[in-house]
Structure formats: C-alpha cells, structure tokens
C-alpha cells in the first residue's frame, strides 16, 4: 500500500510540476557539480533525520527488553505528532523564504521567520503541555500497563519542545544555501543519541533512551538556531512569545484544578484535561490579541497560495 501511494504521488507531483515548469526539453547551462553537492547533502539530512526518528527505539530494542521497547515506541509516537505540523508549516515557510533571501529582503526574512516560528509555537505548545501535564492520562488511551512509561514520556515531551521552540532554523540553513551544515548538525545529533543510549539504557532502560531522544534533539534545533543567528542575524523570537506560553500554562492549571475538583481518572481524565485546556487556550489567546506581524505575515501567506493557483494578483502585497 505505502509503495503504490508513493508512485502514484510521484507520477501526480511530475504532472503537476511539468504544467508549472516544463520538465523536457533544452535547459540552461547549470552548475552540476554545487547542484549535486547542494542535493547530496539534502538527501542525506533528510535521511539521517529520517534514521535519527528509529535510532533510540532500535538501541533500546537492542539492550533491553521487548516491553520497554514498546513502551518507548508509543510515547515517541505520541511526541513526533507536533513535528507533522512542523514540516507542513516548513512546507509553506520554504518557498516564500527562498524568494525573499534570493531577493536580498533580509528583514521581510526575518519577520517571516518570527512569524512561522511563532504560529509552529503556538499551535504544537499546547500538546506539549498536554503531554507534560497529563502523561498517565494521555498513555491510558493504550490501556493501564503503558503507565510506566509517563516519565520518561515528559522528558520526550521536553525533547518535543526544543523542535517547537526554535521554529524553522533547519530549513532556514537551507534555504540560505548550507544543506551541509544541515547534514552535519543532523550526523552530530544522531552520534549523540547513539552514543548516549549505548551508555544510559543499560542502567536506566526507558528512561535512558528518553534522555538519549531529548539530547539528540536539543542538538539538532539549538546549534541551527545559533547557526543561522551567525550567518543571517535571524533569530525566531519576538516578545509576544510570551502570549502561547502563558496561554498554555494557564490552560494546564486550570485543567488540573478541574480534573482534581471532580475526582477524574484515566481516559475520563485525559478528555477531561483536553476538553478544558483547549477551550482555555483558545479563549486567553483571543483575549490577548493577534499581532501586527502576524497579519501580515498571513497575508503574505494568502498571496502567495493565490499566485501559486493562478487565483490572485502576481504583484506582492508589500507594493
């Protein structure tokens, strides 16, 4: 099934790319050896992320019991939920950043990128609370003998939040022409994570793993941020960073007072804890307002998806 998606997927991407940009035919003189260098170290990021995802599960596999290893496995699934909608953000954020770092609109770049950082915080954080609030209620979905993995369920989530927190650093160092420093910062996390696996988990079984997972993450999003901070003086912060975080905390205390109010437990519980905090969340970030930045950056955003459709004006908004 996951092979005839993938033809299919690519027999539907060339059509629709050959009616946008002709793919047969005379082309123009281009660079082979920096356009295989730039693709090589693409493709090798993308595989040794791809790899780094199974590296912990695979070393836990390998040094400790069937049991824990499930264990583990279901709570970094639970975890990686946040980075889906990290890479679907990466997606829109890639091609609107490329054109502005092509066209030398180095500060649109950076609000951009505040931007997309900021909206990838402010919807991922609330599950990080949830996962970090609620681990026994979350893993009670896969019945009573997950439980004993909610700790090092936390330290995961910890993991999780380093990737929501630092916003698109990864594709910005791509997009701003060092695929290699992408590769290498993904090579160096992986080494990381093997070798703290290697020397936790059989002392500290899931726990260890966990630790090994949240390190490997820590390096491969805090050393981007600080990379495209030197070369681009971009960072993704702005201080109404403040609003999510303080949304998201809120949220969690007030589904805990709630949860602890009304005796719940388990699934009930869980439910309870999603119901609550997200209808908090919500409501404190309707109550402290949507930013100037963030307007624009969304209408930035619709011009760009009416251009590309062939729906809209082909001149930018910012004229």
């Given at each position: 099934?996951?092979?005839?998606?993938?033809?299919?997927?690519?027999?539907?991407?060339?059509?629709?790319?050959?009616?946008?940009?002709?793919?047969?035919?005379?082309?123009?003189?281009?660079?082979?050896?920096?356009?295989?260098?730039?693709?090589?170290?693409?493709?090798?990021?993308?595989?040794?992320?791809?790899?780094?995802?199974?590296?912990?599960?695979?070393?836990?596999?390998?040094?400790?019991?069937?049991?824990?290893?499930?264990?583990?496995?279901?709570?970094?699934?639970?975890?990686?939920?946040?980075?889906?909608?990290?890479?679907?953000?990466?997606?829109?954020?890639?091609?609107?950043?490329?054109?502005?770092?092509?066209?030398?609109?180095?500060?649109?770049?950076?609000?951009?990128?505040?931007?997309?950082?900021?909206?990838?915080?402010?919807?991922?954080?609330?599950?990080?609370?949830?996962?970090?609030?609620?681990?026994?209620?979350?893993?009670?979905?896969?019945?009573?003998?997950?439980?004993?993995?909610?700790?090092?369920?936390?330290?995961?989530?910890?993991?999780?939040?380093?990737?929501?927190?630092?916003?698109?650093?990864?594709?910005?160092?791509?997009?701003?022409?060092?695929?290699?420093?992408?590769?290498?910062?993904?090579?160096?996390?992986?080494?990381?994570?093997?070798?703290?696996?290697?020397?936790?988990?059989?002392?500290?079984?899931?726990?260890?793993?966990?630790?090994?997972?949240?390190c490997g993450r820590f390096v491969n999003n805090v050393v981007p941020l600080l990379q495209v901070w030197r070369i681009l003086r971009v960072h993704p912060y702005r201080v109404d960073f403040w609003k999510p975080a303080v949304a998201g905390i809120f949220a969690?205390?007030?589904?805990?007072?709630?949860?602890?109010?009304?005796?719940?437990?388990?699934?009930?519980?869980?439910?309870?804890?999603?119901?609550?905090?997200?209808?908090?969340?919500?409501?404190?970030?309707?109550?402290?307002?949507?930013?100037?930045?963030?307007?624009?950056?969304?209408?930035?955003?619709?011009?760009?998806?009416?251009?590309?459709?062939?729906?809209?004006?082909?001149?930018?908004?910012?004229?």
């Open positions: 099934g996951l092979l005839v998606a993938e033809v299919l997927l690519t027999i539907a991407s060339g059509f629709l790319l050959n009616r946008r940009v002709s793919l047969l035919g005379p082309t123009e003189q281009i660079n082979r050896k920096a356009l295989i260098i730039f693709a090589g170290s693409v493709l090798g990021s993308r595989a040794v992320e791809g790899l780094r995802k199974q590296t912990s599960t695979m070393v836990l596999g390998a040094l400790a019991t069937v049991s824990a290893t499930g264990l583990f496995a279901a709570s970094r699934r639970l975890t990686a939920a946040p980075g889906l909608m990290t890479s679907a953000m990466n997606q829109v954020y890639s091609p609107i950043a490329s054109e502005l770092f092509l066209t030398d609109k180095r500060s649109e770049l950076s609000v951009l990128t505040k931007s997309m950082a900021r909206w990838i915080f402010v919807l991922a954080f609330p599950f990080f609370c949830l996962l970090a609030g609620f681990p026994k209620e979350v893993l009670s979905i896969f019945g009573e003998s997950f439980l004993g993995a909610s700790d090092a369920l936390v330290v995961l989530a910890i993991g999780m939040l380093f990737l929501i927190a630092t916003g698109p650093v990864t594709t910005t160092l791509i997009v701003a022409g060092r695929p290699r420093l992408a590769f290498l910062d993904n090579v160096l996390a992986l080494a990381i994570e093997i070798g703290l696996g290697f020397l936790l988990i059989p002392t500290h079984g899931i726990m260890g793993a966990a630790v090994a997972a949240t969690t205390v007030i589904a805990r007072i709630l949860i602890v109010a009304i005796g719940a437990s388990g699934l009930t519980a869980g439910a309870w804890a999603l119901l609550v905090m997200g209808a908090s969340y919500l409501s404190l970030l309707l109550i402290f307002g949507v930013s100037k930045d963030d307007r624009a950056a969304l209408d930035r955003f619709i011009f760009t998806v009416r251009r590309v459709s062939g729906r809209g004006p082909q001149t930018s908004p910012d004229h």
